[in-house]
């Protein structure tokens, strides 16, 4: 049996070289990454026998990728993203921290800085009044014990009746559908904005043009995203996925899990003062305690910062 190419001593030789494992300049950790992305994708190139035309392809993909700003939706709809909270899931489970609301993805679509509010706000800027359904979204944030947790910051987004979120669409204004809630002495944060419908991807863009090669769609059933976090408790990543939506288990970014899932309520009586239809949706959250000070926090990843 002859030996791949890509698995000989000469090729190893030459990736170790490529990633700088020859000098002691640079960064460890990503001379061992490099290293094994490039093993693994010259060893994919060969036993797959990916031609030179699929190559380029490839690399013409990426560069059309990074030009949409679309690297954050391609991982969220390769399932990658979900991948890394199976991963915290598994972690969690082997050292005993369950308990409270289950994680999911953030998804590529947060903006920093949204105003903050004192127990209750407004999202909407009321450009979609008359057309989109009004919602009452309100619920309480709890400690492991099931204890209203008072100035804890709800940090939400949502996208408005087009699946689109302020920022990224940029006919929205600023820091539309994005509120930070401070939980009142109940633990509770009351939103009154608007019944958001799912995102879909540009069926023009980069990630659809591989979601297509898979025979995939590329929407989301109408969901909200949470950051939750108070000093002391594990910060929480999460999102409500709305029942009665036809993507809520068919979701291009697996984003909706059991525990998830928002029961909106449909009400026509006046009672919030809002003339016809409107809707209710009551969500509590359940953090966990943090391990250490780290665990308070959100990660690192880069997000989008509204100019002023
Ligand atoms: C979204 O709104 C979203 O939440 C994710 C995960 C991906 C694309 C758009
Ligand atoms: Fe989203």
């Given at each position: 049996m002859t030996v791949k190419i890509s698995q000989s001593a000469e090729t190893q030789k030459f990736f170790d070289e490529v990633s700088g494992f020859?000098?002691?300049?640079?960064?460890a950790r990503i001379k061992t990454i490099i290293h094994r992305v490039l093993q693994g994708t010259a060893r994919l190139i060969e036993e797959l026998e990916v031609t030179e035309d699929e190559f380029w392809h490839a690399v013409d993909y990426l560069n059309r990728l990074g030009g949409k700003g679309e690297a954050g939706l391609l991982v969220a709809g390769l399932g990658l993203e979900h991948f890394l909270d199976l991963l915290q899931d598994a972690k969690d489970a082997e050292v005993g921290l369950t308990g409270g609301t289950p994680r999911t993805i953030e998804g590529p679509l947060y903006v920093a800085g949204a105003p903050l509010a004192e127990g209750?706000?407004?999202?909407?800027?009321?450009?979609?009044?008359?057309s989109a359904t009004v919602m009452f979204l309100e619920g309480q944030v709890l400690d492991p014990q099931g204890k209203p947790l008072a100035g804890a910051t709800v940090d939400l987004w949502h996208a408005n009746t087009r699946g689109t979120y302020s920022f990224f669409d940029k006919?929205?204004?600023?820091?539309?559908l994005r509120r930070r809630i401070v939980t009142d002495a109940q633990g509770r944060y009351r939103a009154r904005s608007i019944v958001p419908s799912g995102y879909g991807c540009d069926p023009q863009g980069p990630t659809q043009e591989c979601l297509d090669l898979l025979g995939r769609h590329g929407q989301r059933p109408a969901h909200v995203h949470f950051f939750i976090s108070a000093p002391g408790y594990r910060h929480l990543t999460t999102q409500i996925n709305l029942s009665g939506d036809k993507y809520l288990w068919d979701d291009f970014a697996y984003a909706?899990?059991?525990?998830?899932v928002g029961e909106i309520v449909f009400r026509e009586d006046g009672a919030r003062g809002v003339p016809g239809r409107y809707a209710e949706l009551t969500f509590d959250f359940q953090l966990q305690n943090a391990?250490?000070?780290?665990?308070e926090q959100r990660n690192a990843r880069p997000r989008a910062l509204q100019e002023a």
């Open positions: 020859g000098n002691t300049d640079g960064n209750q706000a407004r999202m909407d800027d009321g450009s979609e009044d008359g006919s929205q204004s600023d820091y539309n909706t899990r059991e525990g998830l391990a250490d000070s780290g665990a």
